[in-house]
């Protein structure tokens, strides 16, 4: 139940500092920029994106969950609760790995005018 709190607080955290609308502004720039590609190489270019990017920005986002819990004195109070430093830890990882899935998850259906001919789902006949 710790855990499940923990990580329910990251989220919010993260959603009060804006993390998800910049989220959702990198995204968007990407889905734009796919549209632009030939419809050959978008798959891997895609793939490319989404392995890397979500490792890129989840360090980024660390760094500034970080430096936004210390300006606020939060990890003073985590010593003084029953979470241990794995459950802090593991929370904080589930909170940006839920996130970067989402994000992983709109970039891979994101429709584009130029493949409404062709199906990204392998077909079933």
């Known amino acids: 139940m710790r855990l499940i709190n923990a990580f329910l ?4 955290f993260q959603a009060r500092h804006g993390f998800f609308v910049a ?3 990198v995204c968007i720039m990407y889905i734009l920029f796919l549209r632009f590609l030939p419809i ?3 798959p ?3 793939a490319v994106i989404i392995f890397s990017d979500t ?3 989840g360090a980024f986002f660390i760094g500034g969950i970080i430096l936004l819990e210390k300006e606020q004195r939060i990890h003073g109070g ?3 609760t029953p979470l241990t430093p794995v459950e802090y830890i593991i929370s904080k990882a589930a909170a940006l790995t839920v ?3 989402i994000m992983s998850c709109l970039l ?4 584009s005018p130029r493949d409404r001919t062709r199906s990204r789902m392998p077909s079933s006949a």
Do not use: Q
């Open 40 to 42: 050959e190489i978008r």
């Open 55 to 57: 490792s890129v920005l």
């Open 23 to 25: 989220y959702l502004i």
């Open 78 to 80: 985590i010593f003084t």
């Open 108 to 111: 891979y259906t994101s429709p």
């Open 44 to 46: 891997v270019v895609l």
């Open 9 to 12: 607080h990251d989220m919010r």
């Open 99 to 101: 996130t970067a899935v």
